[in-house]
Structures are given as structure tokens and as C-alpha cells.
């Protein structure tokens, strides 16, 4: 019980870093500020629509883990993976929103601080990830749960979710 509760809580590292450390970072060195210097009511409108953007990757980044940890009986972490293919909520629109939840989220983050830093950072996040999930993850899901994975690729995209949900049994 006490290990399964510290490899959860190390699988928060990697979130927390990509986050907040290094958008911390990336504020720190390019000048931190909030909006775009428009003045108001403008960035009043941009840091809101940033910060709803925010809100919600969070909600959603904090319910895929959590479905990951019961449903999937693993963590996020690449050393505790889900002994389950977790295909409820909203794994059941898009195959990682676990990802596409920490993307929204620094969306938000650029918009709302008004950074071409975390932009860039969310740009270079989706690329590492788009080419992980396309030649090592996806492929590991395949040999670990077969033809239950390879039907849930055939209905449900990798990024972009479809907008009614897809119902596997």
C-alpha cells in the first residue's frame, strides 16, 4: 500500500515539471507579466479565456489520472503503466487526453501570460510527444492488450476528439 502510494505520487513529477517548473522558468527568463500588454478590458478577456483553458486541462488531467490509478490499476509513470486499457470517460473521445489535457493547459498558460516562450514550449511538448505515442508507445499498447487496443484506434483519434463518444461494448 505504502509503495503504491509513492510510485503515484512520483508519477506527478513529470505533470508538475512540465507545468510549472519549466514555465517558471520560461517566465522567469523572458520577463514574467500577464496578458499582452492590450490594455483593458482586452487583457482582461485574454487572461480569463487563458485561465478557463487552464482550469479545464487540469480538471480533465486530474481525471484521467485518476481513472488511470482505478480503473487502469497503474500510474501515468512509464514504471507503474496500467495493467487495464482504461476506454471510459473521456478516453472514450480521444486516445490521450491525459496529454492533450497537460497541452491545454499550457495553452492557457501562453495565453494567459501572454508568453511566446510557453508557446514554443507547448509546441516542442506536442512534437515529443506525437512522435513517442506514434513509434513507442502505441506500439507497447498493441502487444500489451491486442485486439481490444487495435479496435479502440480504429474508433477513437489520437488527438483531436471526436465529438459523440465511442461506446466499446
Known amino acids: 500500500m505504502k509503495e503504491s502510494f509513492i510510485s503515484q505520487l512520483r508519477s506527478f513529477i513529470l505533470p508538475f515539471t512540465v507545468l510549472l517548473i519549466i514555465p517558471a522558468g520560461i517566465l522567469w527568463a523572458t520577463g514574467f507579466r500577464i496578458g499582452w500588454g492590450l490594455g483593458m478590458p ?9 485561465s478557463v483553458l487552464m482550469g479545464n486541462g487540469l480538471y480533465y488531467l486530474f481525471m484521467t489520472i485518476g481513472l488511470f490509478i482505478n480503473i487502469g490499476k497503474g500510474t501515468l509513470a512509464p514504471w507503474s503503466p496500467a495493467k487495464k486499457l482504461v476506454i471510459i470517460g473521456p478516453y472514450r473521445h480521444v486516445r490521450n487526453p491525459m496529454i492533450s ?3 491545454l493547459t499550457l495553452l492557457g498558460e501562453s495565453i494567459a501570460f501572454g508568453s511566446v516562450g510557453i508557446f514554443m514550449w507547448f509546441a516542442l511538448f506536442f512534437g515529443i510527444n506525437h512522435i513517442y505515442f506514434v513509434f513507442s508507445e502505441e506500439p507497447g499498447l498493441q502487444k500489451r492488450f491486442g485486439e481490444e487496443y487495435i479496435t479502440y484506434t480504429k474508433n477513437v483519434p489520437r488527438w483531436v476528439p ?3 463518444s465511442w461506446m466499446a461494448y
Open 42 to 50: 482586452w487583457d482582461a478577456v485574454i487572461v480569463l479565456a487563458g
Open 101 to 103: 489535457s497537460v497541452l
Open 162 to 164: 471526436r465529438l459523440r
